[in-house]
């Protein structure tokens, strides 16, 4: 499990493959000078919540993995993670789609 901390106060854990995922759609984002909101359900373990986090180019963030190989790039889970960061409710995690485009 990857870990991203937030200005150095909160830590949130994902696993590596997401975390690399989310690293492409954020850095895009944040490039550009867009803010936006991230949010996510929590694991059972912290109260089966949600979390939500505001992003702009002012906070810091750090995208900690735990493994050290980079997984390969699913562009159409790139697309389809920036379609909800671009969105009223912000980037929202969303099933990974398979090669042909239909979600694992």
């Known amino acids: 499990m990857g870990k ?3 200005d ?4 949130a854990e994902f696993d590596d493959r997401l975390l690399t995922h989310l690293q492409i759609v954020i850095g895009m984002k944040l490039r550009r000078g867009e803010s936006f ?9 912290l109260g089966d919540g949600r979390t939500a986090i505001w992003l702009d180019r002012s906070m810091p ?3 900690r993995y735990s493994g050290s190989r980079i997984p390969a790039v699913n562009r159409a889970w790139v697309e389809a993670l920036g379609l909800t960061a671009g969105s009223s409710a912000g980037l ?3 099933p990974e ?3 042909n485009g239909d979600h694992s």
């Open 4 to 6: 991203l901390v937030y």
């Open 8 to 11: 150095s106060t909160f830590t």
């Open 37 to 45: 909101m991230f949010s996510w359900k929590d694991d059972v373990e």
């Open 61 to 63: 963030l750090v995208f």
């Open 92 to 94: 929202r995690i969303v």
């Open 97 to 99: 789609p398979t090669e």
